[in-house]
């Protein structure tokens, strides 16, 4: 089995940081693409950052500028710094991961619990 945990979930004013992070355990033979999401209540989940093995990220243009996604690929772990946080980045962000498991060939998505962010104005 494969195990996502985010932490670093918090409420701050406009204009604050915050740093996600996300540790993956498990039975991992290697993991690919990492990605943080985000839902906030009566939107669908939208992909804000990504990361792939090799370290080429990609980010939702909202987030552009403020937000930085990095990883740790002995540690199997991945962050998202967020800076100039604004009110409408208020929502859970749940970390994701395209993961290979020990025995096999082919890679399955996980997912984390999800993790609250409250930006106050």
């Known amino acids: 089995q494969v195990q996502l945990v985010e932490s670093g979930g918090h409420s701050v004013q406009a204009g604050g940081s915050l740093r996600l992070s996300c540790a993956a355990s498990g039975s991992i033979f290697d993991i690919n693409s990492m990605r943080w999401y985000r839902q906030a209540p009566g939107n669908q989940r939208e992909l804000v950052a990504a990361?792939?093995?090799?370290?080429?990220?990609s980010y939702t243009d909202s987030v552009k500028g403020r937000f930085a996604i990095s990883r740790d690929n002995a540690k199997n772990t991945v962050h998202l710094q967020m800076n100039s946080l604004k009110p409408e980045d208020t929502a859970v962000y749940y970390c994701?991961?395209?993961?290979?498991?020990?025995?096999?060939?082919?890679?399955?998505?996980?997912w984390g619990q999800g993790t609250q962010v409250t930006v106050s104005s």
């Open positions: 994701n991961a395209e993961v290979r498991r020990y025995f096999t060939t082919w890679y399955d998505d996980y």
């Open positions: 990361i792939a093995k090799g370290g080429s990220t």
